[in-house]
């Protein structure tokens, strides 16, 4: 498994408050590592948060080095342990001073592990599988245009148009406990991980992200590329943070 990230201010944005983190090495106990952050808050206190988050998140994981992660459980345990070190750290870091007050920021992490990829996740950047042939959507957005949707109160197509869509319902930050998802995926179909913010899937379509992925089959820094040309060409109404990872031997469908 071999991963790229970038981030790009988009077209309207006067601030960068999206952050990457992508180690193809050993972070701590964990052999690699992936993360996408989307901060928010007032003046410069997202672009605190998202960057508070990240490395208050790999502090975390390199001061367990010695931690026993033998089982799949203790492995996701670890993940949601860092993203709730991460969360004190940044909600602490917003009672010093009152242009950091209610910062806080998404956060979604994954590490591959012998062909399975763990992941926690908090907001509404998202981690995607794929290969030639589909793409999964499998961390579901914490925001209340999803709650809508799974109420029934707006459908699938009126999300992108809502203009509540932004608002979240969990971050990184915020209060000083946050719920974390984690979930594990068998990658032995899977080509591709992405992982991104919203200014990705709130310009493009999944079926669009797709399309460009397996139009660049070798190159991943050329799908990092074109995924956040092609956001911006949409408009780029939001800060694009885009991170893939692609593996080499692959079965067939998602």
Known sequence: MYAIGKVDIGKKRARNEDRVFVSNSPIGILPNLLIVADGMGGHKAGGVASDLAITAFCDYIKEHESIDIRTREDVTILLKLGIRHANHTVFEKSKTDEAYTGMGTT??????????????HVGDTRLYLMNDRSILQVTTDHSLVQEMLEQGYIKENEIKAHPQRHIITRAVGTYAKVQVDTLIYDLSKVKYILLCS????????????????KT???????????????????????????????????????
């Open 198 to 213: 919203d200014g990705l899937t709130s310009m493009l379509s999944n079926e669009e992200i797709h399309n460009i992925i």
């Open 107 to 120: 956060l979604t992490v994954a590490t591959i592990i012998e062909d399975i990829v763990y992941l926690a």
């Open 216 to 254: 660049q089959k070798d190159n991943v820094e050329k799908m990092v590329d074109d995924l956040i040309d092609a956001a911006n060409e949409k408009g780029g109404l939001d800060n694009i943070a885009v991170v893939i990872a692609k593996k080499q031997e692959v079965n067939e469908a998602c």
